[in-house]
């Protein structure tokens, strides 16, 4: 898909809405970029309208201005949805993907049909605890990055996907992520806990990899359970699931779909 821009936005999104249904929006990992969905737009083009964006500093996402910062991609995906009069939408956002999927039916919550959130946590309900594990891993794997993106890359992989199929796509992808846009992930805080926790009015979904991080599974049980929602923990998966397994997430979002009355056509 071509990368296409709003006028007073800097980030990249792409779309294919050549489908008589409902939209889907992808939210990316962290690192990455859209193109870790491929095998997800391969199977729902044509089933589903498509859109996809490049969170700010990722991708083609790179052209910011004085006061652009990652708390505004909620807004900016806004601005896409009026553009092309999109009434409302399934989200579905990967790892960090997921915070701003969820604060998206923060700010609009009319907007969502439903929200799937792999990898990732409540961001109205933070356990920082819980957190300090993987914060100290990823401060470390940052030091790397600072030396070399390429060597971040090669360990990054590791812990972001599990077959050696999806790491060697998930390095390709990483390899080309920017030192510079490491700024942007600073206004990360600001979106958690920043609004009450509540249970959401759309159909929620969160699930992670068999084979991803054990606070990770933990965080999604409670998750779960906290929010009576649906839950999945994907078999022979890792914290990317939908690169791991493909074939079973894209059954597994289906699925969630049409159990809540939105069928492709």
């Known amino acids: 898909m071509e990368a296409l821009y709003l006028d007073n936005a800097p980030i990249a999104y792409y779309i294919d809405d050549r489908a008589n249904n409902d939209w889907v929006v992808f939210v990316h990992a962290a690192f990455v970029d859209n193109t870790m969905f491929k095998k997800q737009y391969r199977y729902f083009s044509g089933k589903y309208n498509l859109l996809a964006v490049d969170i700010l500093g990722h991708g083609n996402s790179l052209c910011a201005r004085k006061g652009d ?21 399934h989200f579905v956002g990967v790892s960090l993907g997921a915070v701003f999927v969820q604060d998206f039916a923060n700010k609009y919550e009319d907007k969502v049909l439903s929200l799937a959130c792999f990898g990732g946590y409540d961001v109205n309900d933070f356990d920082v605890e819980k957190q300090k594990s993987n914060s100290k891993a990823q401060k470390a794997m940052m030091m790397k990055a600072l030396i070399s993106v390429k060597w971040f890359a090669k ?24 030192k510079k846009s490491f700024k942007y992930l600073a ?4 979106l958690i806990n920043k609004y009450p926790s509540k249970r959401p009015t759309y159909p929620l979904l969160v699930g992670c990899g068999e084979h991803d991080d054990p606070t990770e599974l933990e965080i999604v049980n409670d998750w779960a359970a906290s929010k009576n929602c649906d839950k ?10 939908n690169m791991d397994t493909p074939d079973e997430f894209n059954v597994c979002l289906e699925n969630f779909w049409t159990k809540n009355g939105k069928a492709a056509n």
Do not use: P
């Open 232 to 241: 999945v923990i994907l078999r022979g998966a890792g914290h990317c699931a």
């Open 155 to 178: 360990a990054n992989k590791k812990i972001s996907a599990y077959t050696e199929e999806a790491q060697d796509e998930f390095y390709e992808i990483n390899k080309r992520f920017k």
């Open 187 to 190: 206004k990360l805080k600001d």
């Open 69 to 89: 910062g990652i708390d505004k991609m909620s807004d900016w995906i806004y601005e896409i949805f009026r553009k092309y009069n999109i009434s409302a939408a």
